[in-house]
């Protein structure tokens, strides 16, 4: 029998929270699911926090050096044996009613290669739930100036296959998670929803953080955006590349 739900946990040096991650994942009123937590080496003792749990539900692995957060992700991916996937990280905590909302929004829409949790201030217009095609998704990014794709793992759930399929996420990117966000919607439906899956904490070693450092933020959407709009093109979308082109300064 395939498994619904993979939820995974990176840490790194995530003594300070993790047991509260790991605990919120365990109570979720929604019980059937695979988790897995990777820790990267962590020099404090959040692996030995972590081994406290005998839950049947847990596959624990620790890196003996540090490997980085993308390459830990993609590590996790790799163990993934479930149908779809939500990272809890090791600061964050899993609302207990999330995988219950999850699973039905995936009931009604069983096509969607990802679902994201969307603010209301990103879709004013529009009624929640919101089904994307990629052309419409590609219209949002760079016709309209949406920013949807930049909203991180807490309030993002993936189609492990297709995640898979795509390589895992990108070690080239600063945010490896909106490039892989936008190639995914580039090749399957997005669907919108209410936000509130994941209580999520900012900490400096997050590439979200990263990118408000310097300069480097905006060259990294930069690079991300030349390579989607290279994917555009041979899609053949009927979207005006000019237009994006311009509307980016690429």
Same mark, same amino acid.
């Given at each position: 029998?395939?498994?619904?739900?993979?939820?995974?946990?990176?840490?790194?040096?995530?003594?300070?929270? @993790?047991?509260?991650?790991?605990?919120? =994942?365990?109570?979720?009123?929604? *019980?059937?699911?695979?988790?897995?937590?990777? #820790?990267?080496?962590?020099?404090?003792?959040?692996?030995?926090? &972590?081994?406290?749990?005998?839950?049947?539900?847990?596959?624990?692995?620790?890196?003996?050096? !540090?490997?980085?957060?993308?390459?830990?992700?993609?590590?996790?991916?790799?163990?993934?044996?479930?149908?779809?996937?939500? %990272? @809890?990280?090791?600061?964050?905590?899993?609302?207990?009613?999330?995988? /219950?909302?999850?699973?039905?929004?995936?009931?009604?829409?069983?096509?969607? /290669?990802?679902?994201?949790? @969307?603010?209301?201030?990103?879709?004013?217009?529009?009624?929640?739930?919101?089904?994307?095609?990629?052309?419409?998704?590609?219209?949002?990014?760079?016709?309209?100036?949406?920013?949807?794709?930049?909203?991180?793992?807490?309030?993002?759930?993936?189609?492990?296959?297709?995640?898979?399929?795509?390589?895992? %996420?990108?070690?080239?990117?600063?945010?490896?998670?909106?490039?892989?966000?936008?190639?995914?919607?580039?090749?399957?439906? @997005?669907?919108?929803?209410?936000?509130? %899956?994941?209580?999520?904490?900012?900490? *400096?070693?997050?590439?979200?953080?990263?990118?408000?450092?310097?300069?480097?933020?905006?060259? !990294?959407?930069?690079? &991300?955006?030349?390579?989607?709009?290279?994917?555009?093109?041979?899609?053949?979308? #009927?979207?005006?590349?000019? =237009?994006?082109?311009?509307?980016?300064?690429?």
């Amino acid at each position: 029998m395939t498994t619904f739900f993979t939820i995974v946990t990176i840490t790194y040096n995530s003594s300070k929270w @993790v047991q509260e991650a790991v605990e919120s =994942v365990l109570t979720s009123e929604y *019980s059937v699911f695979e988790y897995i937590i990777c #820790d990267d080496a962590s020099t404090d003792d959040t692996w030995e926090k &972590i081994k406290l749990y005998k839950d049947d539900r847990i596959r624990s692995f620790r890196h003996d050096r !540090n490997i980085g957060e993308y390459q830990n992700r993609n590590f996790a991916l790799d163990k993934a044996k479930g149908k779809y996937l939500l %990272f @809890v990280d090791g600061d964050d905590v899993l609302y207990r009613d999330a995988l /219950g909302r999850i699973a039905n929004y995936l009931e009604h829409f069983p096509e969607v /290669g990802s679902i994201w949790g @969307v603010p209301d201030k990103y879709i004013k217009q529009n009624a929640l739930p919101l089904l994307l095609n990629p052309q419409q998704s590609m219209s949002w990014f760079y016709l309209a100036n949406i920013r949807i794709a930049e909203i991180g793992f807490a309030e993002t759930i993936f189609n492990v296959e297709i995640l898979k399929q795509l390589g895992g %996420f990108s070690t080239s990117f600063i945010s490896g998670d909106t490039h892989v966000k936008k190639l995914i919607a580039l090749e399957a439906n @997005v669907l919108l929803v209410k936000p509130g %899956f994941v209580f999520w904490r900012i900490s *400096s070693n997050q590439a979200s953080s990263k990118l408000k450092l310097h300069y480097n933020g905006y060259r !990294n959407n930069v690079l &991300i955006d030349r390579e989607i709009i290279k994917a555009i093109n041979k899609k053949n979308l #009927d979207i005006e590349i000019k =237009v994006i082109q311009r509307n980016i300064l690429i």
